[in-house]
């Protein structure tokens, strides 16, 4: 059983996940779009590294976290979008692990 806090990490990723979804699927905002599956994915990467999860718990976080992950990527391709660049680093970041907490809030979008 999960502590409450961490029940209330999952709940409010899986919101984010629902509303990335909703904006995906209008393919209106894509930048709004990945930074929404990015708060997901930050949400979800602090849940497993929290070591409260079943090993089945833990492995189905990640597996949902990787999948909004790709998506991200997918999204940044199709979309020629530079994603993940951190500020600061001048475009040197390596490629993110699927899992990889990224603050929305860090990331800078350019065009390539």
Request: charged residues 20%; contains cysteine.
């Amino acid at each position: 059983m999960l502590p409450e806090h961490r029940r209330a990490m999952l709940t409010q990723a899986l919101e984010y996940a629902s509303e990335a979804v909703k904006m995906d699927r209008s393919g209106y905002n894509v930048q709004g779009t990945i930074a929404t599956y990015a708060r997901c994915v930050s949400l979800l990467h602090e849940l497993v590294k929290g070591g409260e999860l079943s090993q089945d718990e833990q492995s189905r976080v990640t597996s949902i976290g990787e999948a909004y992950a790709n998506r991200i990527r997918a999204l940044a391709k199709a979309y020629n979008l530079q994603y993940p660049q951190r500020r600061g680093d001048g475009g040197q970041s390596p490629p993110m692990s699927p899992m990889s907490p990224v603050s929305p809030g860090s990331i800078r979008f350019t065009r390539i």
